[in-house]
DNA sequence: TTAATCACTTAGAACTAGCTTG
DNA sequence: CAAGCTAGTTCTAAGTGATTAA
């Protein structure tokens, strides 16, 4: 009954290629054609990290068809003024009817630099925990664990509706009991702000200037205190503890609100009843180089104004970015917009004062201000303890007023009160937009949103706000519109404000809600997959791969102003490959344009459905699910449950995997440093689910080496030190064996020589040092220095390590050290020697495991916080070893409503 | 419908503070 | 006792998804 019938095919068709509206039997059958006979791979199991080289030349395709197809149609997208002018067809933000025509649009920009520039890291041998035993690609432990994991959903989905059929008044949630308030209490939308009315233009929006503070007037309705449920005070019957009086809130001023203590709100459309704040912080002015300090162009020193002056210097003061600096679509737009402003302020002129041409980008000289910059900072950082601290207590002290705002009487800590400088745009990945000029943010771009009674902040001398609200329906305390993008900035609460503690907690709800759906969710999906309407099937097909691989969701971009990146609804041909008979490799740009590559073995019926979604005529450019949107998508799941959306699914795949994974360890004996490492390896899994990248630093490379060699340098000693035993004991060959004296392969002999000779340096330099500093000493005690000579006799123990090594290398044998060797010494010390060598290894693995793995993410968003409490209660690991002090405050509600119990459950 | 707007969460990089450690 | 690192914090870009407007 899909309704995207002729109208809409029409459209779409004449776009881009879309697939039939319904599939017949045929169609499916001819997808199984091909199948090998190979046996397929148990769905579940993940190969991570296949082969990478040639796939990821992401340009090249068979045909030599762009992958980056544009909406040829008049550069779509441009929002008001060009719509009416060209081209009477809006054509759909979506890209969706990517046509790829239009594809020699080859150079009109340096834009097609995409291959070299930034695809990230290398991922030849991406981390790869547990690197130990198996040859088994990393995921796959992951992925099996992943599929016992859903197994038990199922399981427990089945006894939760049981379990709630049965006595259907005692939600087993913790705490009072949020998500199945059920008929969902709509937030009820508020209309806009002051802002509203206005237009992007060229991705602004324009002053409606209809400004004034009038706007507002919320519709306050909302479906009344809706009927709530009889089910009174959530007994949380999990945890007990909790002492449902109330909080003791006893009015205490500064005493933390316990929210989760409190009765649940009947309407939370309404975030505050009363609210005052001071506003937000400007950032200082620009402050205008010194005299001295110039921008050169071909080698000439340029004058100019200071508004293009101070462009400049966004992009002088950041030569060390080299990943942007060097960027060509980052040069372009930054010089375009400075040879603007250079235009509008009367240009550039010599020493004399006569005009400069500037046009050639490449003639600029930024390096004296680099330099002046640098040195500043430099300076700034050699000062005195005393100067910063003072310094620090001024910066306290200005911006005090703008810290904390008064949130319904209570004291609550705000976010980023600070307008955001101006400076050069830092897209991320393809961005066409790097480089342009961040503008000044005036307060006449800013609306402010306020208590109806309360004062408000008074803008800098001489400027006003754009606007006033009293929404209280909103929790941003203020508002601009940025230029680059014509996106909207906020200033909100902090993380560990009541506010975002009560959505945090709501977010973690609705994840476990979705425990007791989720097994009829999948056999829906799974059902589905064979549907024969196109549009059902690409959503379970959608579903299924939001499910098992955590996708985000995939919304629609604009694909002419942004960085070109993909989610699940959004992926295209050539993001997926398929490798017969189950195989679906992914590659593509996520968020950040951070890569997402991943083989993963899936259903066969997922299998040929991708198989059919990209049959021919379909090619590069064109949806993988032409008949699928987000909102259709979240539509559908809404049915399921209210307010279930794409999003809770990572939500709820990351906390439960996390559950599961901490359930299985194997705890309770171990020291602290291993329950913790065990934790971090449990949250590094789910961030791997999650496909949470860090950059590789340029230095890791190296770290790594240095610490292989410390390794191998550790080795080494313990060989010489088991041939010191030989020494000793010469019979000890024949009773330990020949093997036990074997050097450790790894240790080549140029290795070993290469090594002795940086021992002998070591020395040497510590010698001298040593020998410097007891000079120093001596003088600062007003003594005379030990003569060179004194040196030299120091450093003869050089000469003779020098000459010991010699030996040993001709003798191959090497003489007990210290006093009074005997076997026993030797072997304790052989014994340390392992010892530490074992933890260098794990700190190896550990590094290497991690080195591309951002752990912080998944922990700080998606691991419901409640499961480390009760990991850290349950195996007395105190919470600090887990949460930093930030991560405490935010978790506050989750810290205390769990209390001391070890038993929740997620 | 579909497109546009708006609010809020999620994300990695840049920056910073505090801690070895050489 | 600075250098060098790491862990923690700040910054702001880039997503999601609801609502509204046309």
């Not at 933000?93 to 025509?101: G, T």
């Amino acid at each position: 009954m899909r309704s995207d019938s002729s109208d809409d095919d029409f459209l779409l068709a004449r776009a881009s290629h879309l697939s039939a509206p319904t599939i017949s039997p045929s169609t499916d059958r001819e997808m199984d054609k091909s199948a090998s006979k190979a046996r397929p791979v148990p769905a579940g199991i993940s190969i991570r990290n296949g082969p990478v080289g040639d796939r990821m030349d992401v340009d090249s395709t068979p045909n030599g068809a762009k992958r980056k197809s544009r909406s040829s149609v008049g550069q779509a997208v441009k929002y008001k003024e060009e719509s009416d002018s060209d081209d009477g067809a809006p054509l759909a933000k979506r890209p969706r009817p990517n046509q790829k025509k239009a594809q020699p649009d080859s150079d009109d920009e340096p834009v097609a630099r995409r291959n070299g520039t930034k695809l990230p890291p290398s991922y030849k041998e991406t981390a790869t925990l547990e690197s130990s035993d198996d040859d088994q690609p990393l995921g796959t432990k992951l992925a099996q664990r992943k599929a016992d994991i859903e197994k038990a959903a199922v399981k427990e989905a089945k006894a939760l509706r049981a379990d709630a059929k049965a006595k259907k008044a005692t939600p087993k949630k913790a705490i009072k009991d949020e998500s199945d308030d059920e008929p969902l209490a709509k937030p009820k939308k508020r209309q806009s702000n002051g802002v509203s009315s206005a237009k992007k233009t060229n991705g602004v929006k324009q002053e409606p200037e209809s400004d004034s503070d009038a706007p507002i007037a919320r519709k306050a309705k909302k479906a009344a205190p809706a009927p709530k449920k009889g089910k009174a005070a959530p007994a949380s019957k999990a945890k007990a503890v909790k002492d449902e009086s109330k909080d003791n809130s006893e009015g205490e001023e500064e005493e933390e609100y316990r929210w989760w203590d409190a009765p649940k709100k009947e309407d939370d459309s309404i975030k505050w009843n009363t609210l005052e704040h001071n506003g937000v912080l400007f950032p200082p002015p620009y402050e205008p180089l010194p005299k001295n300090v110039k921008l050169y162009y071909d080698g000439q020193a340029v004058n100019m104004h200071v508004d293009a002056e101070e462009v400049a210097t966004f992009f002088g003061s950041m030569l060390h970015s080299t990943l942007n600096v060097e960027n060509p679509v980052f040069q372009k737009n930054f010089f375009n917009d400075f040879k603007d402003i250079l235009k509008k302020t009367g240009g550039a002129k010599d020493a004399n004062g006569k005009a400069i041409d500037i046009k050639d980008f490449k003639k600029l000289d930024f390096t004296k201000i680099f330099e002046h910059y640098k040195a500043l900072s430099d300076a700034k950082k050699a000062r005195p303890a005393a100067e910063k601290k003072a310094e620090k207590a001024e910066r306290d002290k200005v911006e005090a007023p703008y810290m904390f705002c008064k949130w319904d009487g209570r004291k609550e800590k705000v976010g980023n009160f600070r307008v955001e400088p101006p400076g050069l745009f830092r897209g991320r990945g393809e961005h066409p937009k790097t480089g342009t000029v961040k503008k000044r943010v005036m307060p006449e771009q800013v609306t402010i949103n306020i208590g109806k009674g309360a004062k408000v902040p008074a803008p800098p001398a001489g400027h006003k706000w754009k606007a006033v609200q009293h929404d209280n329906k909103a929790t941003w305390l203020a508002m601009w519109q940025e230029n680059v993008n014509g996106n909207y900035k906020y200033v909100m609460l902090a993380a560990n404000s009541t506010v975002k503690g009560q959505a945090d907690f709501k977010k973690f709800e609705k994840a476990r809600e979705l425990k007791k759906h989720i097994d009829r969710i999948r056999a829906d999906y799974t059902r589905e997959l064979k549907s024969e309407v196109m549009a059902d099937r690409q959503r379970a097909t959608a579903m299924y791969l939001i499910d098992r691989f955590a996708l985000r969701a995939g919304n629609e971009k604009d694909t002419e102003n942004e960085a070109e990146t993909v989610g699940c609804c959004s992926l295209k041909y050539e993001h997926v490959t398929l490798k017969e008979p189950n195989i679906v490799v992914f590659d593509f740009l996520g968020k950040d344009s951070i890569r997402f590559y991943n083989e993963f073995p899936v259903e066969r019926q997922v299998f040929k459905n991708l198989k059919m979604f990209k049959k021919a005529p379909k090619e590069d450019g064109d949806d993988i699910f032409d008949r699928l949107t987000t909102s259709q998508l979240n539509k559908h799941l809404s049915s399921y449950m209210p307010g279930l959306t794409a999003k809770v699914f990572r939500t709820y795949n990351a906390s439960w995997t996390m559950s599961h994974l901490l359930q299985k360890l194997k705890v309770d004996d171990r020291p602290m440093s291993e329950k913790i490492k065990l934790y971090n390896d449990c949250n590094r899994e789910v961030a791997i689910l999650c496909n949470h990248k860090r950059t590789v630093g340029t230095g890791h490379e190296a770290q790594m080496e240095k610490l292989g060699d410390r390794l191998k340098g550790l080795k080494y000693q313990k060989w010489r030190t088991r041939m010191m035993m030989l020494d000793v004991d010469p019979k000890l060959k024949k009773k330990k064996g020949a093997e036990f004296f074997e050097l450790d392969p790894e240790l080549d002999q140029a290795w070993i020589e290469k090594h002795q000779a940086f021992l002998v340096e070591e020395l040497k330099t510590k010698i001298e040092k040593k020998f410097e500093k007891d000079n120093e000493k001596l003088a600062a005690e007003g003594k005379t220095a030990m003569p060179a000579k004194e040196l030299k006799e120091r450093l003869k123990a050089v000469g003779e390590l020098e000459a010991k090594f010699k030996k040993e290398n001709k003798t191959k044998k090497v003489e007990a050290e210290g006093k009074g060797p005997t076997v026993e010494k030797l072997t304790t010390a052989v014994d340390k020697l392992d010892e530490r060598i074992k933890t260098l290894e794990i700190q190896c693995a550990d590094r290497e495991g991690n080195k591309d793995v951002a752990l912080g993410t998944s922990k700080i968003n998606y691991i419901d916080p409640r499961l480390t409490v009760v990991f850290s209660n349950k195996f007395k690991v105190p919470i600090e070893k887990f949460f930093s002090k930030t991560l405490r405050d935010k978790f506050t509600w989750a810290i205390q409503s769990v209390g001391d119990d070890d038993t929740w459950e997620f």
